[in-house]
């Protein structure tokens, strides 16, 4: 049983086995220590996994930017099968992609060690094959949320990153839907809007506590209904989302994680396009790809903590991805 706060002295230290983190008590209460440094070779790495310049098949391509500087996607390997419309998420070592679709539905996982440049290797399976998916993670714990199997659904899927293996029950979203996007905090994860095609689309935003299981809860509201990419972006303290599916193409908007409540306007990309995919290493908000309604091969950015519009990045290697997963070794949920 732990001490009571008055008990606890100044500057004590323990390790969270929830988070895998390292805190120390500051007098009022528990902080996480950061020990880790995702530089590699100039500072977080981001990945783009899959996605596809086919309407009618998935791809296998992985490719890499390095966050803190601009520039085109560098190719990093390929996934152990094609696949779109997939999740990603990442630990600070790992990034994995779930699901997806080529031809049929997928329930495959797979991953890959972000600071090496190889082929993925096979991590498990989901609960059942499905498309559409969401994804987010904290150190320890990657979600997959929503998605189409063949319908829309409401399953939450879970894995520990660091191990191999099938992934488990979590629990259920408030509503049936795919095509939701997801961030996360260390803490909470969020998986913002969505559609049960063909005719219903979401302003609602869900969310779940990390490390422990079972249903979602209303978090607020996007300012729109809209599917939205499968990937957002994020720091510690903001949930980011772009990529719509319909107007307003060009929207960017954050919610506030430590708060419940709506999401606020952030600024424009600088065209509009649809299931665009997102990644961050906290400072920066980076989407690539996406249709507009071509296929397109284009990166913009934002700073995190400010809001206005996205300037240009650079470009993927592959024209279109109809909705690669992206993920990084430094979002906001490490």
Avoid at 188 to 217: C, Y
Wanted: aromatic fraction near 10%; proline fraction near 3%; include cysteine.
């Amino acid at each position: 049983m732990s001490l009571p706060p008055k008990e606890i002295p100044l500057g004590a230290m323990r390790f969270n086995s929830d988070f895998q983190k390292l805190e120390y008590f500051n007098g009022d209460i528990w902080m996480q220590v950061h020990t880790f440094s995702p530089d590699l070779n100039g500072g977080a790495r981001g990945l783009f996994m899959g996605g596809s310049p086919s309407p009618t098949s998935g791809g296998d391509t992985i490719e890499y930017i390095t966050i803190p500087s601009a520039g085109n996607g560098t190719d990093f390997g390929n996934l152990i099968g094609h696949s779109k419309y997939l999740g990603a998420f990442a630990s600070n070592t790992r990034g994995v992609a779930a699901g997806g679709e080529s031809g049929s539905n997928k329930d495959t996982i797979d991953y890959v060690t972000i600071a090496s440049t190889v082929n993925s290797q096979d991590f498990g399976n989901l609960q059942g094959a499905i498309t559409y998916v969401s994804a987010a993670s904290n150190q320890t714990r990657g979600i997959v949320a929503g998605g189409r199997a063949p319908n829309e659904t409401d399953r939450i899927d879970y894995v520990t990153i660091a191990s191999t293996g099938n992934a488990k029950d979590f629990g259920n979203l408030t509503v049936s839907k795919s095509n939701t996007s997801g961030t996360a905090s260390s803490t909470r994860a969020l998986f913002a809007g969505g559609a049960d095609w063909p005719s219903t689309f979401f302003k609602s935003t869900d969310f779940v506590t990390i490390a422990t299981t079972g249903n979602a809860f209303d978090f607020g509201d996007l300012t729109t209904s809209s599917a939205v990419a499968s990937t957002g972006a994020s720091s510690s303290t903001r949930g980011l989302y772009s990529g719509w599916s319909q107007s307003p193409y060009k929207r960017i908007e954050y919610f506030t994680f430590a708060s419940k409540g709506n999401a606020i306007i952030f600024g424009d990309l600088t065209s509009g396009v649809g299931w665009a995919s997102g990644l961050s290493d906290c400072i920066r908000g980076v989407w690539g790809g996406g249709q507009t309604p071509a296929t397109t091969n284009t990166i913009e950015y934002i700073t995190i903590a400010t809001t206005g519009n996205a300037t240009d990045f650079g470009d993927l290697t592959t024209v279109g991805h109809y909705s690669a997963g992206g993920c990084s070794n430094g979002h906001g949920g490490l």
